[in-house]
Each structure stands twice: as structure tokens, then as C-alpha cells.
């Protein structure tokens, strides 16, 4: 079964610097996502991507952040400079084959970033 | 007022027991709805999505009341295997599928 991978799985970094974090979306699917989530809170959307470009963004998703699709298969979120609060678990998705409005997204098992 | 919210339990039910929780959804617009399952520093994993009329999968029965913006899930025959947190989820067409997610019911079945 296809599935949404991402890299790296842990990430340690300190406060200021930059980050990059990977996603290879399920082939064929055009929507993408990242969620994030802080330890022990809920799931929060970040940023949605269509057609080379952002769809939609939250709060949450500031000038630090940006999002790439730098070739057929990747989908990248940068964090240009990173803070405390930005330790969380990082999810990537996808859904949408061409032509159909399938609803389900499917999670990567996340990448867990840490900023000390 | 949250835009998802759910009763975080924890449910602590014997292998067996039935276990019933809920979620309510503030906004009135809100078109598509599902049952995550995730379990401890996992990713979501879609357990079933949620139709007006309601719909079962095996011993998972959901039930949607857009009236009352409530949503339920009911877990029968429960296995230790179901011991996970349950996320409630809804999503809005016009705000390109993003999905609004609950904190969570954590369900523990014990042996």
C-alpha cells in the first residue's frame, strides 16, 4: 500500500538556526499538508499546497516558515530560524488522486523535531 | 470557543466492554467528518470517516447529528489492541480540506 514517507525522523537542532524538514507525498496525489503537534496538545494544521502553490495557511504558519515542492516527489517545510516553540512533531499529507474528490488524507509518521 | 471538542476521557473499559464517546464541531459549515486513531508519538490513521445516515465498520459505529453538530463513536466487543487516542475531525470544503482536529479521547482496554 502506498504510503506518505518523511526525513528525517528526529531532528535536534538549536535556537536560530534553520531547518528543513522532507516529505515524499503518495505518487499521484496533488494536495499536500503539514500538521504539526506539541507534545501532549492536538494536531494543528499548518499549511496546505496546490498546483505549485499555497493554498491556505494558519496562524501558526509565519515568515519563518515556507513550504517547497522542489521536484515530482518532494515537499519540503523549511523553518528558517528555528525557536523553542517551534519542538513539535511535524506531519506531512497527501490526498486527491487526479480527477476524483477523494477526501482522505493520509499522515507521514513524522518527523520530531526538538530546538533547545 | 474550540473548533473541535472532545470528552479526553481516559475511558478505561475491561477487553469485551462496549465504550461510547463524543465530539462536537463549532462551525455549521463543516462537511466531511472522521475518526482518527492514533496511538502513542504515531501519526494519525484514519479509522473511518463519518456520514449523515451513520455507518459501521465491524465493531466501530459512528454516528453524525449535524442539528446538534455532534458526532459519536461507539466501540463494541473492545479489543487491547483499541487502546489508542481517538481524534475527532472535520473539515470545511472552502477551506481547502484542511483538517480541524480534537485533542483527543484516550481509550485504555485492559485485560
Known amino acids: 500500500e502506498p504510503e506518505v514517507t518523511q526525513t528525517p525522523s528526529h531532528q535536534v537542532t538549536q535556537m536560530g538556526q534553520e531547518v528543513i524538514l522532507r516529505c515524499v507525498p503518495i505518487?499521484?496525489?496533488?494536495?499536500f499538508y503539514w500538521y504539526r503537534q506539541i507534545l501532549g496538545q492536538k494536531v494543528e494544521f499548518l499549511v496546505s499546497?496546490?498546483?505549485?502553490?499555497?493554498?491556505?495557511k494558519s496562524e501558526i504558519f509565519d515568515d519563518q516558515f515556507s513550504v517547497e515542492r522542489p521536484d515530482g516527489s518532494n515537499f519540503t517545510l523549511k523553518i528558517r530560524s528555528t525557536k523553542l516553540e517551534d519542538s513539535a512533531m511535524y506531519f506531512c499529507?497527501?490526498?486527491?488522486?487526479?480527477?476524483?474528490?477523494?477526501?482522505?488524507?493520509?499522515f507521514g509518521p513524522g518527523t520530531r523535531l526538538l530546538v533547545l | 470557543r474550540k473548533e473541535v471538542e472532545q470528552d479526553p476521557g481516559p475511558f478505561n473499559v475491561p477487553e469485551g466492554a462496549t465504550v461510547a464517546f463524543n465530539c462536537t464541531y463549532s462551525?455549521?459549515?463543516?462537511?466531511?467528518f472522521f475518526w482518527y486513531r492514533q496511538d502513542c508519538r504515531k501519526e494519525p490513521k484514519l479509522l473511518m470517516s463519518?456520514?449523515?445516515s451513520g455507518n459501521e465498520d465491524g465493531r466501530f459505529t459512528a454516528q453524525l447529528n449535524r442539528a446538534s453538530q455532534y458526532i459519536s463513536l461507539l466501540i463494541r466487543d473492545s479489543k487491547l489492541s483499541d487502546s489508542a487516542t481517538y481524534l475527532c475531525?472535520?473539515?470545511?470544503?472552502?477551506?481547502?480540506?484542511?483538517?480541524?482536529f480534537g485533542a483527543g479521547t484516550t481509550v485504555t482496554v485492559r485485560a
Open positions: 499529507a497527501s490526498r486527491g488522486l487526479a480527477g476524483s474528490r477523494q477526501e482522505t488524507q493520509y
Open positions: 505518487s499521484n496525489h496533488l494536495y
Open positions: 499546497f496546490y498546483n505549485n502553490e499555497i493554498s491556505e
Open positions: 462551525n455549521s459549515a463543516s462537511q466531511s
Open positions: 463519518v456520514y449523515s
Open positions: 475531525v472535520v473539515n470545511v470544503y472552502q477551506d481547502d480540506y484542511k483538517l480541524s
